[in-house]
């Protein structure tokens, strides 16, 4: 119940395209979910965050959509960049402490 | 100023050996919080404190494990025994407080147990 599903693993999008990844949890007790970008040799840093009161948030070229029934929850990244080639990690607050999915490796193509 | 910091950046070390590793929260943060990251996973929840108290420690993978933040400021996680499974990358965060506010991460220190 503590699980959080990332999916895909790895994602290769061409310059200006759309780059979407997809996360899923069970435990309906989570009540915060944040995105994280992590650069190799760097810690995660947050990127945008969405409370499950909210169906949409949009920051610059970053959107999380929220679906409290189906327990899923996305990012999108509109217009991508060389610069947001970063691997990704969706997650959920629950007492405190973060679960994390497994993280989407996000290539942008030139 | 200054993020989260943790030191040493890289630790090598013989199995058997035992480490501690160290972390310096944003100033003001009274949340402080250790995951550890394995090669191409999420980070998994290891320890929480609240202050100097460890508010949860659940995630602490078994009694070689501890984590101590006498001040409420600096905290540090030693590994008794180290094992070739503990290789991994070792993130700490901080918060203002616990409940709604975000965490932020430190550039982790890489422990490698040969």
């Known amino acids: 119940q503590q699980q959080v599903k990332q999916s895909p693993q790895s994602l290769i999008v061409q310059k200006g395209g759309i780059s979407i990844i997809n996360c899923a949890y069970e435990?309906?007790?989570?009540?915060?979910f944040p995105w994280y970008q992590q650069f190799p040799g760097k810690g995660p840093a947050l990127l945008i965050a969405i409370r499950p009161d909210v169906s949409e948030k949009k920051e610059g070229r970053f959107t999380i959509s929220f679906n409290k029934s189906a327990k899923q929850f996305s990012l999108h990244i509109m217009d991508s960049q060389p610069g947001d080639s970063a691997t990704y990690f969706c997650?959920?607050?629950?007492?405190?402490?973060?679960?994390f999915g497994q993280g989407t490796r996000l290539t942008i193509n030139p | 100023g200054a993020g989260v910091s943790q030191t040493p950046s890289n630790k090598v070390t013989e199995k058997g050996k035992y480490v501690e590793l160290r972390c310096d929260p944003i100033s003001g943060h009274t949340a402080l919080y250790w995951y550890r990251q394995s090669l191409g996973q999420g980070p998994e929840f290891l320890i929480y404190f609240q202050g100097t108290g460890a508010a949860d420690d659940s995630g602490l993978p078994n009694d070689r494990f501890f984590a101590v933040r006498p001040e409420g400021s600096v905290s540090t996680l030693k590994i008794q025994r180290t094992e070739r499974g503990d290789s991994a990358v070792y993130l700490c965060?901080?918060?203002?407080?616990?409940?709604?506010?975000?965490?932020?991460f430190g550039p982790g220190t890489r422990l490698t147990v040969l």
């Open positions: 997650a959920a607050r629950g007492a405190q402490k973060l679960v």
């Open positions: 435990n309906t007790a989570f009540d915060y």
């Open positions: 965060a901080s918060s203002l407080a616990g409940g709604g506010n975000e965490q932020f």
